[in-house]
């Protein structure tokens, strides 16, 4: 497996003309690693999410070139195929990824069997296996309830093992530690990135959570408004983030530190929409160091120390102080 | 944004795609059959008065005449009455008691059914009970019964059907209010003193209100139904009342010789029926996503 | 009339004993068992749970919607039980700011609601007047919920609750439905209108940073019962209690300026 590369990925509104909606959005990352894509409500995360997936809604279309190992997909048919055997996906809400009817145990196997991916006895000792790497002390016994007898951080973890049965290169996860108790986070999001890590597969962890993020993933991809605006190894982007919005977003975030009670630093305005007709600079206008050309041009993803950014202004201030 | 749930991943994807189909029918299909057959009913209706005259003129010169002779288009009854006359007014006379009957039942039903969803405890016990035994009570022979005390009158017989009718609109009613008086801003109106009834008024009653429209368009069929089916008893409207179902029980008596004077009142209240379905299945869909956003 | 406490603060609402049991066919619930604490007048107190804790029960008891099975509660002095016709004494600004405000109505109409009382005019005044602090454009007041984002409905459900004129706030979750930099923007708005106002509030969450931000002192339930009760600022450089302890310990994980990858 040689990972995934993502070149070019764009989702564009309708016939529209324009900036698209998403993107242009590239990324590499080796079989193993991980990269957190972080961002607010309305940054394109969760619909670049679903435009890997090959499962946009019916309005939007995809462009660009997804390498995933040996396979190549430029269309959302073909990325849609890849779902199920090379893709493995685990949602926010651990319960919307069960069939309230079923087993667990039926579900889980399902996928492989459907597929042809493997034999019974085989897909059978496969999720055992899984469920064992997943913590449970008794799969069998898991194998025979029902979605309605497991607590949520249970459901989440076999959730996840039923996404990687099919021994996927990619596994997407879109928050999912959001919808369970805080003292479960760690462990769910500990034995996502262990066994990804173990079995060569790439991952992409979707957030809000830049904390959270920070800690399993060894790159951090920030975006707002369908744009990425900065990049860079997870180290980098936390300790020195370049952007207006990464500094801005880090600064508003509250962390347990030896700071009490205070009056949290916080982003005027409101989030961009992502349908935006004319080129500019979408965090212009809730930017401290914004000029005129940021209203009227696309900032380009530029190198920065070790990192990418979407800020001239930015990268001509660091320029010139040298 | 949610990606859709459980079942598997393959068919996510004509999930995704169905769902922008499913909103470009929201408006045509059923509610468009429906309205459009209601429409053409009341048109019919119409014209068949204009051109027909009254449904009680009794032509002796034509008794039991079949459709298409002479200046009776659809034929005559044993007594000599135009049957289209007699169809056209008839249509208006089962309008206006479905009307009234669903006016009548939904503005009863809803109101025991918000008091007593919203308010519960023993209030909503003794309505609810109230409900049980008006559903366990048959309706043919209360309206037996009936017949021998009320009058032959419109208002009479919408009171009567209503009064079988009001059941599920105080069953879909309360359910909503039981649902709707957790939401945070009927918490909010309590903690900003309203009281009860304003309660139920400004944040209750709204949000039954689609739901309440389809099953009206739903139960106007029924009420049809039941009108035309007492007439054709003889318990409900009788003559000088114009009901469809009169006609069809006199056409029965001659069905052998006189087809036409049973078949073309059918018809039509099949076609009003129907009509009134498609109707509320289609307004179903139009609020579908009002409805299933919990409005 | 309020109590007053030994060091002369006095009192805005206290819980004693406080015990809530919610009786079903199968069995009984015992969402707080014997609650007690105080909030003093013009603090925050930050009521830390997971879910199932009890800090929802607690938010419905101090504002008057429920009564406790056992146990006595005291808003202002007095117990708060929800009059029709009477305002109640403490206001409350949920988790979900969209199911807050009736989908049917104006915000208008929403923020005026403890304002039914009083004349059209007086309600256009107070209304516009209390949009515009709490930073909503006041010509919008017409505008139906559906207009707005998330952070904008809680800055009018604010509002509501602060036309209210109550001393106490119960703030339960208000911006675990938010974005990051939307919560920072309510969490201001929150602290300059109590430095303004000077109402006493009890911030139920679940995220520890957050409490930190927002509180004086901190409570933490774990189920219906307190865990531990203290100052913040001792709170967060050390909790007693293990419970405490391990929600620090969980949360607490990579401050920014240091990130550790696992495995």
């Known amino acids: 497996m040689t990972g995934l590369q993502v070149s070019g990925l764009t989702v564009v509104r309708g016939s529209a003309t324009g900036p698209p909606a998403i993107g242009p959005i590239s990324l590499s990352l080796e079989p193993g690693k991980a990269l957190g894509i972080v961002g607010e409500t309305g940054s394109g995360k969760t619909m670049t999410l679903r435009a890997l997936m090959g499962l946009l809604p019916a309005n939007f279309h995809f462009r660009g070139e997804v390498r995933l190992g040996r396979e190549v997909g430029t269309t959302e048919d073909q990325l849609g195929r890849w779902l199920g055997r090379s893709v493995g996906v685990v949602l926010q809400n651990p319960f919307t990824a069960f069939d309230p009817l079923k087993s667990v145990g039926a579900q889980i196997v399902e996928g492989a069997l459907r597929r042809r991916l493997l034999p019974r006895a085989e897909a059978h000792a496969r999720a055992i296996e899984l469920l064992e790497e997943m913590g449970f002390a008794h799969p069998e016994q898991i194998l025979r309830l029902f979605p309605n007898q497991l607590s949520g951080g249970m459901a989440q973890r076999i959730a996840i093992a039923m996404a990687l049965m099919p021994h996927p290169a990619l596994l997407l996860a879109d928050e999912p530690t959001s919808a369970l108790d805080a003292t479960l986070r760690l462990g769910v999001l500990r034995l996502i990135r262990r066994v990804t890590a173990a079995t060569g597969a790439v991952l992409l962890i979707i957030s809000h959570d830049l904390r959270l993020v920070s800690r399993f993933c060894d790159q951090i991809m920030v975006m707002y408004a369908g744009r990425a605006v900065e990049s860079g190894p997870a180290d980098e982007l936390l300790n020195h983030p370049e952007h207006p919005y990464t500094r801005a977003l880090i600064a508003c975030t509250p962390a347990l530190g030896s700071q009490g009670k205070r009056r949290l630093a916080s982003i005027p305005g409101s989030p961009a929409s992502l349908f935006q007709t004319e080129p500019c600079c979408r965090f212009a206008p809730r930017c401290s160091l914004a000029e005129e050309p940021c209203r009227h041009s696309e900032p380009q993803l530029l190198a920065l120390g070790g990192a990418m950014v979407a800020c001239p202004v930015v990268s001509r201030k660091l320029a010139e102080s040298r | 944004m949610t990606v859709p749930s459980f079942v598997a991943l393959t068919s996510l994807r004509q999930r995704a795609q169905q769902r922008s189909l499913a909103r470009q029918w929201r408006m045509s299909g059923s509610l468009k059959a429906g309205a459009g057959l209601l429409a053409f009913m009341l048109l019919l209706s119409l014209f068949g008065t204009i051109w027909a005259g009254s449904a009680s003129k009794q032509d002796f010169a034509s008794i039991l005449s079949p459709p298409g002779h002479g200046r009776h288009l659809l034929g005559t009854d044993p007594l000599g009455r135009d049957v289209l006359a007699w169809v056209a007014q008839g249509i208006r006379t089962s309008l206006e008691v479905a009307l009234g009957v669903v006016c009548l039942s939904s503005l009863f039903g809803c109101t025991v059914g918000v008091i007593a969803g919203y308010t519960r405890g023993w209030v909503d016990a003794v309505l609810m009970r109230l409900a049980d035994i008006q559903l366990s009570i048959p309706p043919l022979p209360l309206f037996i019964a009936a017949s021998a005390v009320v009058v032959n009158s419109l208002p009479s017989l919408i009171i009567l059907v209503s009064v079988v009718g009001w059941v599920p609109y105080a069953r879909l009613t309360r359910a909503r209010a039981l649902t709707q008086r957790e939401r945070g801003y009927v918490m909010a109106a309590r903690l900003a003193g309203r009281r009860n009834p304003a309660i139920i008024f400004l944040h209750i009653l709204p949000g039954v209100r689609t739901e309440v429209i389809v099953l009206a368009s739903l139960q106007a069929g029924v009420a049809l139904l039941w009108e035309a089916g007492l007439s054709f008893l003889g318990l409900g409207l009788q003559p000088p009342y114009v009901s469809l179902g009169f006609l069809m029980s006199e056409g029965k008596e001659v069905l052998a010789q006189a087809w036409w004077v049973a078949t073309f009142p059918g018809i039509a209240l099949a076609l009003l029926v129907v009509a009134f379905n498609l109707t509320g299945d289609g307004l179903r869909d139009f609020f579908s996503n009002d409805i299933s956003s919990g409005n | ?263």
Not at chain 3, 17 to 41: K, P, Q
Request: aromatic content about 4%; overall charge positive; proline content about 5%.
């Open chain 3, 1 to 263: 009339m309020s109590a007053i406490a030994g060091n002369g603060a006095a009192v805005a609402v206290e819980l004693d004993d406080v015990t809530r049991v919610y009786h079903s066919s199968h069995h009984a619930v015992r969402a707080l068992d014997g609650v007690n604490f105080s909030v003093f007048a013009g603090e925050t107190l930050a009521v830390i749970g997971e879910s199932g804790s009890g800090k929802s029960t607690l938010t419905r008891l101090v504002a008057g919607l429920e009564r406790p099975t056992s146990g006595r509660i005291k808003v202002a002095g007095e117990p708060p039980r929800l009059r029709p016709g009477k305002v109640a004494t403490a206001q409350v600004v949920f988790q979900d700011p969209a199911g807050s405000l009736n989908p049917h109505r104006s915000i208008g109409k929403s923020v005026a609601e403890p304002l039914h009382k009083s004349g059209r005019r007086r309600r256009r005044a107070i209304v516009g007047e209390m949009l515009e602090r709490v930073g909503i454009d006041p010509a919008r007041w017409q505008d139906r919920p559906a207009r707005f984002s998330g952070g904008q409905l809680q800055r009018v459900a604010i509002a509501r609750a602060l036309v209210a004129r109550s001393s106490v706030l119960v703030c339960d979750e208000p911006t675990s439905a938010l974005d990051v930099s939307v919560q920072a923007q309510i969490l201001s708005l929150l602290r300059d209108l109590q430095e303004e106002i000077g109402f006493s509030c009890i911030f139920v969450t679940h995220d520890l940073a957050v409490a930190q931000v927002v509180a004086d002192r901190v409570l933490v339930l774990k189920d219906g019962r307190v865990r531990e009760s203290a100052e913040a600022a001792a709170f967060f450089a050390g909790p007693r209690d293990d419970y405490s302890r391990a929600l620090l310990d969980s949360m607490a994980g990579a401050p920014l300026d240091q990130a550790s990858r696992a495995p």
